[in-house]
């Protein structure tokens, strides 16, 4: 890369305010929240802000029950802070790349360490995979979203949308490098043992998700370890 002035530096790095939407990407990698009232974000992801905005965790009674009760069993949860205010608020996660959603009634399953931010009229509900807790340390939880408006989800690098169909038959994924899919796929938890075993995994299984009927599948191309096969 070849070396810049102070001033093309300060020029090449500004923020841009290209658009008026409420969720801006900066770079592929940095989200511009313009708060006006309340947006959801991930805890921790604040890198910057500006303006009137007062950050809050999100208490017990606000996840719902059905929500708590299903963090309690798999020991994990989608840990979400309220912004509120007036101001701008700059968030990252890792460097991952981030994507905006608009959803206009639709819903949609995202992985929940995937859920960057979502303005107020997005509900989110945890969901967990069957089977998950006997065969995953610590289970396995994603977030259904859905209502009107803008979400933010990260992949790490450039993410893949596969379609499912009963033309192409059912599409098989590994976990870790699942981000979303559409909201009316079950994807159901399965071993392929043969699979395991040529690969030397000292369980002997290989676990995937395996989703069939009409819709799609996002993943990424790197495997974040957050999943572990129990022995």
Known sequence: MAVQSLQEFLAASK??????????????????????????AKSGAMVARKGGVKFTRQGVLEQGLGNLLKKAVSGEG??????????????ADEGKKITLLRLAGESIFVNGNDVL??????????????????????????????????VAITSHYQPLTLPVNAQSGPVFTDPNATVAWSGGLSPEI???????????????????????GEGWVVVQPYEEVVLQAKE
């Not at 690969?199 to 299984?205: F, K, N, Y």
């Open 117 to 150: 931010a979502f303005e107020a009229g997005i509900e989110n509900k945890i969901t967990m995979m069957r089977k998950a807790a006997g065969m995953l340390s610590g289970g396995l939880f994603n977030v259904r979203l859905s209502g009107s408006g803008i």
């Open 78 to 91: 989608m840990q979400l802070m309220k912004m509120e205010g007036q101001g701008r608020v700059y968030l």
């Open 15 to 40: 923020e841009k305010d290209v658009s008026s939407e409420a969720f801006e990407l900066e770079n592929p990698h940095l989200l511009e929240v313009r708060v006006d009232g309340l947006v959801w």
């Open 190 to 212: 399965v071993t392929d043992i043969s699979f395991g075993t040529l690969l030397g995994r000292g369980s002997g299984e290989s676990i995937q998700l395996k989703f069939a």
